[in-house]
């Protein structure tokens, strides 16, 4: 049972409260409804779950992960910016079926953002967040599995402590960079973004101390470079990967999708109908490069076109930003897959703003003006 373990609960039970205020084992045992904060919390508790305490601030929430060591719990981080979907969910609960308690982070991180991104617009769902978490715990208790018992939904004060976030290039501040990995791909076109990254999930992993960490196939290179991070700065947890979940036509969930509108949604499926060809060449027994991509950029190209000859009420253009077959630890293009080693087939895509809105058409959050960068992978696995 991924669950606590009865002996754990009995000593729960037994035991004489001896901890210091505000300690999650006196709340758990003795007054389960008490939400676990020394700041009043700013979402209204009292509709909460129970079983779930909202912290803003470090040291309530080290306190209480110090009372979860004590008493042999496991503890699984999601981290998220929050505008929660079936992506994030489905971490959760890869991570409360390995541990008897999960904290998700929700956090909009300003320093993975460059200057010109979509930080002031990214969307900010808190509400709806909880009710989905509040949601799944329910669906947790009723397997058996862990429990969502802690949500961190701290201040950028609380993040940055010290010089407030700056997204500037060589900027100030403390950070974590992967040179060169953090400057490929996803990190060429956001040159700041990798370094955002690595840097909160490191305050974040030194905040929660998790015994593991769930990341979304979803953003490959993030998972890469966490994993160096974890590696490279002997960091005491383990990373999972949980697959990519994709609406029914295939598109990968995504926060920013709400931005797209129905044009736009339909055909930003491209990036992963484009990946699919050069999959299928690699599972027919291609291992070159150019065999294995030009499928995949003959169909984006005759996509593109497609769409650059319709009307501009009825067209979605896209940039097509890079479509890439790399190495599963460095993300360095090659040139032929090492069967051993198998390969990350990546592609980036940005749908461009509608240029001519149709009367009554359905343009998403934003209106259609919002240009939004679509990711997708495949991961190519190695022949055993
Ligand atoms: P975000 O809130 O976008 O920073 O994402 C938080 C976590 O959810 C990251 O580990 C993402 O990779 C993961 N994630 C986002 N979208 C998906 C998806 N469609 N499927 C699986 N994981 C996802």
Redesign the pocket.
């Known amino acids: 049972m991924a669950a606590v373990r009865p002996s754990t609960l009995l000593f729960l039970r037994r035991c004489p409260y001896t901890g210091p205020p505000f300690s999650y084992t006196r709340a758990f045992a003795y007054k389960p409804r008490r939400h676990l904060t020394t700041t009043p919390p700013r979402y209204d508790s009292s509709s909460f779950s129970p079983h779930t305490h909202t912290f803003h601030d470090v040291a309530p929430l080290r306190q209480f992960r110090r009372d979860l060591l004590i008493h042999n719990r496991t503890v699984g981080l ?6 929660l ?1 079936e ?2 969910l ?2 959760v609960r890869e991570a409360a079926a390995e541990n008897t308690d999960v904290f998700v982070s929700v956090y909009v991180n300003p320093t993975q953002f460059g200057l010109n991104e979509d930080l002031a617009s990214y969307p900010k769902t808190w509400e709806a967040d909880m009710r989905m978490l509040i949601a799944l715990d329910w669906e947790l208790a009723s397997v058996g599995a862990g429990r969502i018992t802690a949500v961190f939904a701290p201040s950028t004060k609380t993040m940055y402590p010290t010089i407030p976030p700056d997204s500037a290039i060589p900027g100030a501040g403390s950070f974590v960079e992967m040179r060169p990995l953090g400057q490929l791909l996803e990190g060429a076109s956001r040159p700041v973004f990798f370094r955002g990254v690595a840097t909160v999930c490191m305050k974040l992993f030194n905040i929660c101390t998790p015994d593991r960490v ?6 490959i290179q ?1 998972t890469v470079v966490i994993k160096r991070l974890v590696k490279d700065f002997h960091l005491n947890t383990e990373v999972r990967i ?5 609406e029914d036509d295939g598109l ?4 920013r999708n709400v931005y797209l509108g129905t044009r736009r949604r339909n055909t930003g499926i491209v990036l992963r109908e484009s990946l699919l060809k050069a999959e299928a060449q690699y599972l027919s027994g291609k291992r070159k490069r150019g065999d294995i991509l030009w499928p995949a950029n003959a169909y984006a190209d005759r996509v593109q076109h497609e769409q650059d000859s319709l009307d501009a009420h009825s067209r979605a253009r896209f940039e097509v930003d890079y479509i890439s077959l790399a190495d599963p630890e460095t993300m360095e293009e090659i040139d032929e897959v090492d069967e051993s080693r198998g390969a990350i087939l990546s592609g980036a895509v940005k749908m461009l703003p509608v240029e001519d809105a149709r009367e009554d058409e359905e343009l998403g959050v934003g209106g259609g003006k919002i240009p939004v960068r679509l990711i997708d992978n495949i991961v190519l696995e190695p022949i055993v």
Request: no cysteine; charged share 10%.
């Open positions: 999601v981290p998220t910016m929050g505008a979907h992506g994030h489905s971490l769930y990341f979304g196939q979803k953003d993030q949980g697959p990519t979940q994709r990968a969930m995504s926060s």
